[in-house]
């Protein structure tokens, strides 16, 4: 069962947003995510083959940060003037939405592949800043 709340009120069932850093080991890549959706099936996996290139790490990390952003906005939006049932308020949570799916879709097809999604542009430019590699 997962839990997904909105409201600036949060309920004893639904905490808050929280930081979680248990996906990596904290000496290896610096990071920092969003759980949006508190379920019991765990942290999100790794790359499917142990081997993970720093731009896609990087990549994982903006995108928990702009999730942190948004989700500030849309926080401070619906509680302005015009409240939760605003336009605008709709439109912020609707961008949050957006960047949480985006970092889902990239978890998703960093677990379902068995291979980096930088692989093909690693094996031409190895000597790139994106390809560092970091084995877990």
């Known amino acids: 069962m997962a839990c997904v709340s ?5 309920t004893l069932s639904c905490p808050p947003l929280r930081r979680c850093s248990s996906m990596f ?22 790359a499917a083959g142990l081997k993970r290139y ?14 942190e952003k948004k989700v500030a906005e849309a926080m401070d939006v619906c509680n302005g003037e015009e409240g939760m049932r605003s336009d605008g308020c709709r439109v912020a949570w609707d961008e949050v939405e957006e960047v949480s ?10 677990a379902d ?10 094996l031409q430019n190895p000597e790139d800043e994106e390809c560092r590699i970091y084995e877990y």
């Open 25 to 46: 080991n904290s000496k290896q890549i610096p990071t920092l995510s969003v759980i949006f959706v508190r379920s019991h099936r765990g942290p999100a996996p790794a």
């Open 113 to 122: 592949s068995a291979v980096d999604p930088l692989e093909p542009f690693c």
């Open 101 to 110: 799916s985006a970092l889902a879709d990239l978890r998703r097809r960093l």
């Open 54 to 67: 720093w731009g896609t790490a990087m990549r994982e990390l903006n995108l928990s940060k702009m999730i």
């Open 6 to 10: 909105f409201s600036p009120s949060w």
